[in-house]
Structures are given as C-alpha cells and as structure tokens.
C-alpha cells in the first residue's frame, strides 16, 4: 500500500466502486475511469467522437463509434508519442455499451468533443477532490493505480504494463 501525505492510494476497483458511490454508474466521472482503465494513456483522453475512421486529423484523438461491436480510441498526440509512437485501442464490450448509452443520454455528435471539455485533467482532480484523494495529481492517481496494482506481477508483465502506460520501468516501479 503506498502513502502519500497519510492518504493511501486505492487499488483502481476500490476507486471505481467509490466513483458508483458517489457518481452513479452512468456518470461522466465513472466513464472517464473506465476509458482510462483500458487506454491508460495520460491527459489525453480529449476525444473526438466519430462514426468513421476517414479523414482524420494526424495530431488529434478520437473515439470512433459505429456500427461495429466495439469502439475504438485512437491515440495520435500524448506527451510521449515521439518515443511510443501513435495507437489504437479497441474497448470491451461492457465499456462500448455504456459509452454509446452516454452518447444518446448527453446528444453528443459526430464531430464533438465526446467529455464536452478541453481539460479532462481538470475533470479529473475535481472527481478526485470529491472522492477525497487529493495530493496525487489527476491523471497521475489513475496511473498510480494501475502501477500499484500491478506491483506484485511477474517482471514480464510489470514491462507490458509499463509499455501500455508509455512509461520506462523505472518510471513505473517509482
């Protein structure tokens, strides 16, 4: 269990169940925790909602939703795109439902930004200032999370989790 300033830090299905506590399972909060569950990438969850992969722009993110079992969200521009490169993830079924469920709910379109914000760090640290985890930055705590969780893993699968964080070992087991 790693402290900082007293306040330990939660495994991520103890931050999710307080995010359902206080949120709701179909809150914007719950969602942004999901997505970056499965993405973990950094502050880069600044989304475009498509419906196709066509003519997208180089140096923006986007959410593709469609017809097709599953999302998918495509990361073109995070801080270490230089030394990681750009990737796709596609999402689980389970996180699909509730994204398209999100997009009827707030008539998001084609085109929008999928959290209608600019800051979703900014989301984040007032989500986690109400769950009362403050001191660990925004979108540092999700990654603190996971690399906390995955502390006990075999070496092998720390490296894979630390390559899907787009992070150095060292960074991670730090």
Known sequence: EIKNNSISIPTFEEYLNKIV???GLASREYLIAKMYHEVSCRDDLQLILR???INLKPDKNYIIVNEFPNATVI????????K?????TNLSTD???LIK???????IENGDLFFNSKNISMLVSRMNKKLGFEGFGAINLFRKMLATDGKDLP???QLKLAKKLKHS???HNE
């Open 75 to 82: 990361i073109n521009d995070y801080k270490t795109v230089d």
């Open 155 to 157: 070496l092998k699968e």
């Open 95 to 97: 996180l699909t439902t």
């Open 21 to 23: 506590e206080h949120f």
């Open 84 to 88: 990681y490169g750009k990737f796709n």
């Open 169 to 171: 070992l060292k960074v």
């Open 101 to 107: 469920s999100y997009i009827l709910t707030n008539q």
């Open 51 to 53: 419906c196709d992969p």
